[in-house]
Every structure is written in C-alpha cells, then in structure tokens.
C-alpha cells in the first residue's frame, strides 16, 4: 500500500473545523477539484455520497463512505477509480493550543497499468512505474491539500456556509 499522509494546523476550534470537514455542500465553492457532491444517505455517524472531481482534463465521480469515529473522520471508497484497487483513510483532527491541527492520511493501492492510462488522460507526465506511483501520489496529495487549504482560509477568516462561526 501507497500512503500519502501530511498536517496542516488551522486557527479555529475543534468543532468548528471538524463541521467544516464533516458537512460537505459547501465543498465545490471551496476545493476546485470537486465539481460537485450528491449525498446519497447521512445520520449523525455516517455519509455515503458521490463525489464528481476534475483532475487536469479529466472528470471522474466515485462513491465514498464517511464514519464519524471520535473526532476523526474515516472513509473509504468501496468501489474505487479504475486506477485503485484500494483508498482508505482518515481526516485525524486534534485540538493543540487554540488551533486544531488536521491531519490527512491516505491508504492506496495504486494499479500501475490504468494510474499510467489515467495520468496520461489528464495531461500528467510519468515514464515508469516509480514515476506513475510517485505522480498518482502526488495528485492524491494535491487534492487533499487543496481542500484543507481552503477550509482553513475560510475557517481563519470566518467567512461563508457552513464553515462560518
């Protein structure tokens, strides 16, 4: 298994991040790679929706499943892109002086064959197997990164949807 797993610290409280990362129609207005997502069923402990993500000139949807576990978020993908066999992980958030520090951790088993066919699709250069691996990670790494990018600018600036104080 590939992982890819990195922190960012956020200026806002516990609670208010983890509702930024657990409540999701204000997503496509924050992260541009996520174009849209149709939430197929949510309770209090777990979600299980369609995400539509563009990535260079590709465009893909995959189902997700999100669970509430304390104050971390796990998900897993149960049918995921043809380039995955396998993508779990986990949003670990943690109150740490005032802030809240949110880490992303990614699990993936990554099929070399279609992550080239995919790479290639969406204007990606990789020759060889280590380059496609290490190429499919970084654009795994990128979203992720975007994402809690915009929610910590919009949590630390207090503005907009449901991430507003």
């Given amino acids: 298994m590939d992982q890819v797993a990195f922190f960012i610290d956020i200026a806002a409280p516990l609670d ?11 997503w496509p207005a924050v992260a541009p790679h996520v174009k849209k997502i149709e939430m197929l069923y949510e309770n209090d402990a777990v979600q299980v929706l369609v995400m539509h993500v563009e990535t260079g ?4 949807r995959f ?8 104050n971390d978020i796990f998900y897993f993908q149960p049918t995921p892109p043809p380039a995955l066999r396998q993508h779990f992980g986990w949003w670990r958030l943690e109150a740490s002086n005032g802030s809240t520090r949110v880490a992303s951790d990614h699990s993936l088993d990554i099929h070399l064959e279609r992550a080239a066919q ?15 691996r290490e190429r499919f990670r970084q654009v795994i790494h990128h979203n992720s990164e975007q994402t809690m990018s915009a929610l910590k600018a919009r949590l630390e600036s207090q503005v907009g949807g449901s991430h507003a104080a």
């Fill in 16 to 26: 208010r991040v983890h509702d930024a990362f657990w409540r999701l129609e204000d």
């Fill in 118 to 132: 995919f790479l290639r699709s969406a204007g990606i250069e990789a020759e060889g197997d280590e380059a496609v």
């Fill in 57 to 60: 000139a590709r465009s893909d």
């Fill in 63 to 70: 189902m997700s499943v999100r669970v509430r576990q304390g």
